[in-house]
């Protein structure tokens, strides 16, 4: 949303579903309830839209956010099983 007007508009418009999180899990689930024509379905993602970034756009480069300002940097609490280490974000070790 880029002005308050909006987020106005869209408090006031009655959606019959809205689906939390735009990943793939999310855009499929919408992309089929929307195939109803008697649904209305909004979709609420976080973070700023993103056009043209290949890091964001290009599936199979989900690495190369790692560590930068599209990277929220969760990571784990120390894992006794990993004597000691956190692992980042997906639990995956890039």
């Given at each position: 949303?880029?002005s308050?007007?909006?987020?106005e508009?869209?408090?006031?418009h009655?959606?019959?579903y809205i689906?939390i999180?735009g990943?793939t ?15 209305t ?5 976080v973070?700023?839209?993103?056009v ?6 290009v599936?199979?480069?989900l690495?190369k956010?790692l ?5 929220w940097q ?5 894992q006794h ?6 692992l980042?974000?997906?639990g995956?070790?890039?």
């Open positions: 949303m880029s308050s007007s909006e987020a508009a869209f408090l006031r009655k959606f019959t689906v999180g990943g899990a999310g855009l499929v689930v919408a992309a089929r309830l929307s195939e109803n024509p008697a649904l379905v909004d979709i609420i993602e973070g700023p839209v993103v043209d970034e290949p890091t964001i756009n599936a199979g480069r690495s956010t560590s930068t300002k599209y990277d969760f990571e784990n609490t120390p099983g990993l004597n000691g280490r956190k980042h974000g997906t995956a070790k890039f």
